[in-house]
T-cell receptor
Framework: ETGVTQSPTHLIKTRGQQVTLRCSSQ?????VSWYQQALGQGPQFIFQ???????GRGNFPPRFSGLQFPNYSSELNVNALELDDSALYLC??????????????FGPGTRLTVL | RKEVEQDPGPFNVPEGATVAFNCTYS??????FFWYRQDCRKEPKLLMS???SGNEDGRFTAQLNRASQYISLLIRDSKLSDSATYLC??????????FGRGTSLIVHP
C-alpha cells in the first residue's frame, strides 16, 4: 500500500454535471499530481500541485481545476462533464529523492462514468 | 512522433524466459525516467527509477540510452506473477511526466 487514498472509488454522472474527486497524499509528500487514464492508454497528466500552488499543467481544458490544502490533500474538479471524461482518475503524491528524481506513488483511482 | 512510445504488445512468453521492453522518447532534455507496473484495473506501481548508469533490482534491469533516446527494461527468469502492463515514464526539466501507453506482458506456464 502506498498510503495514497482516493474517494470515491466509483462515480456515475450525466453530461453537463460537475464532479469533485478527492485525494489524500502519502504522509510527508508535498506534491500531488492528477492523471486521467482512458481504457487501453497510459495515464495522461492533468496538473500538479506543490505547496498549494498549481505547478505544471497538461493539455486539459480549464473546466478541469484543482486545489491543494495545507495538509497536502487535493481535489480535482471537473465542470460541464462530457462523455469522453469517462476514465480512471489517478492521484499520485511524490517527494524529490536525493538523486533529484521524483518518484510518484499512486492511489487506487476513481472510476468516473459519464452517461 | 509521440513524446513517449512503447510497443503495446502483448509479449507472450513462457515461465523462465527473459524478456526486454524498450521505450523511446522524443524530448532530448528529459531528465527523469521510470518504469511502472500496472495490473488490470489497478493503479500503477513504481517498479524502478532509471539512472544514467543503469540499475538492477533482482530479476529486473533498467538501462538508459541518452544518445538514442530510449530506456529499456529487462526481466530475467519470468514468473507468472510478472504478467502485467509495464509503463515507462519520462519527465522533463519542469517535471511534467509523460507516460507511454504501456507494454502488455503475459507469462504462461
Amino acid at each position: 500500500e502506498t498510503g495514497v487514498t482516493q474517494s470515491p472509488t466509483h462515480l456515475i454522472k450525466t453530461r453537463g454535471q460537475q464532479v469533485t474527486l478527492r485525494c489524500s497524499s502519502q504522509s510527508g509528500h508535498n506534491t500531488v499530481s492528477w492523471y486521467q487514464q482512458a481504457l487501453g492508454q497510459g495515464p495522461q497528466f492533468i496538473f500538479q500541485y506543490y505547496r498549494e500552488e498549481e505547478n505544471g499543467r497538461g493539455n486539459f481544458p480549464p473546466r478541469f481545476s484543482g486545489l491543494q490544502f495545507p495538509n497536502y490533500s487535493s481535489e480535482l474538479n471537473v465542470n460541464a462533464l462530457e462523455l469522453d471524461d469517462s476514465a480512471l482518475y489517478l492521484c499520485a503524491s511524490s517527494l524529490p529523492t536525493p538523486s533529484g528524481q521524483r518518484e510518484q506513488f499512486f492511489g487506487p483511482g476513481t472510476r468516473l462514468t459519464v452517461l | 512522433r509521440k513524446e513517449v512510445e512503447q510497443d503495446p504488445g502483448p509479449f507472450n512468453v513462457p515461465e523462465g524466459a527473459t524478456v526486454a521492453f524498450n521505450c523511446t522518447y522524443s524530448n532530448s532534455a528529459s531528465q527523469s525516467f521510470f518504469w511502472y507496473r500496472q495490473d488490470c484495473r489497478k493503479e500503477p506501481k513504481l517498479l524502478m527509477s532509471v539512472y544514467s548508469s543503469g540499475n538492477e533490482d533482482g530479476r529486473f534491469t533498467a538501462q538508459l540510452n541518452r544518445a538514442s533516446q530510449y530506456i529499456s527494461l529487462l526481466i530475467r527468469d519470468s514468473k507468472l506473477s510478472d504478467s502485467a502492463t509495464y509503463l515507462c515514464v519520462v519527465g522533463g526539466g519542469s517535471y511534467i511526466p509523460t507516460f507511454g501507453r504501456g507494454t502488455s506482458l503475459i507469462v504462461h506456464p
